[in-house]
Antibody, heavy 120, light 110 residues
Framework: QVTLKESGPVLVKPTETLTLTCTVS??????????VSWIRQPPGKALEWLAH???????SYSTSLKSRLTISKDTSKSQVVLTMTNMDPVDTATYYC????????????WGQGTLVTVSS | QSVLTQPPSVSGAPGQRVTISCTGS?????????VHWYQQLPGTAPKLLIY???NRPSGVPDRFSGSKSGTSASLAISGLQAEDEADYYC??????????FGTGTKVTVL
């Protein structure tokens, strides 16, 4: 079955760079049109789209966070990595990765999410 | 930052029908991008409820329905049940090619 699992630090300091890994199973990142997105949700707040990447390496980023984000994939490891630079306490959130089976379709399978706290 | 606007909350008695609106702009919903809806129960990841404006994934009850018109979309829940109490989010894409979410709506069953 399709699963996605986020991993990374639970606590980062302000100004540090966050690196999150999404490990997928039940599908291949090399499948035509397949993609993975990263989405976050601050405690008690709304969902926010961060970035997505497709099997052909096409990428897209949130307009407001583009300068701080980098998304990449390692197909052989079934992993998608998101880095976010210059972390701030307002970036405290649960970070989710989710599968997209084709461009313009919604994420259908989601990971359980990982809570990242930014604090000194 | 949420680009799509939803009412903060809606409520209804069991069995009633409630609707949630999702208002966008000419750069997202109005540009022709489909609208999708998610249900999020407390402490869990969002679950896809409606895709492509009005389609239900397998397993989603037909009490849930969606529609789109112009720069807006709506989700309707008929025959409201206690288990429907959750947060609901609309989602689309915009001309920057990025995804966008709504502000979220909390549904309360009275």
């Amino acid at each position: 079955q399709v699963t996605l699992k986020e991993s990374g630090p639970v606590l980062v300091k302000p100004t540090e760079t966050l690196t999150l890994t999404c490990t997928v199973s039940g599908f291949s990142l090399s499948n035509a049109r397949m993609g993975v997105s990263w989405i976050r949700q601050p405690p008690g707040k709304a969902l926010e789209w961060l970035a997505h990447i497709f099997s052909n390496d096409e990428k897209s980023y949130s307009t407001s966070l583009k300068s701080r984000l980098t998304i990449s994939k390692d197909t052989s490891k079934s992993q998608v990595v998101l880095t976010m630079t210059n972390m701030d306490p307002v970036d405290t959130a649960t970070y989710y990765c989710a599968r997209i089976i084709s461009k313009w379709l919604p994420p259908d399978y989601w990971g359980q999410g990982t809570l990242v706290t930014v604090s000194s | 930052q949420s680009v799509l606007t939803q009412p903060p909350s809606v409520s209804g008695a069991p069995g009633q029908r409630v609707t949630i609106s999702c208002t966008g702009s000419s750069s997202n919903i109005g540009a022709g991008y489909d609208v999708h809806w998610y249900q999020q129960l407390p402490g869990t990841a969002p679950k896809l409820l409606i895709y492509g404006n009005s389609n239900r994934p397998s397993g989603v009850p037909d009490r849930f329905s969606g529609s789109k018109s112009g720069t807006s979309a709506s989700l309707a829940i008929s025959g409201l049940q206690a288990e429907d109490e959750a947060d609901y989010y609309c989602q689309s894409y915009d001309s920057s090619l990025s995804g966008v979410f709504g502000t979220g709506t909390k549904v309360t069953v009275l």
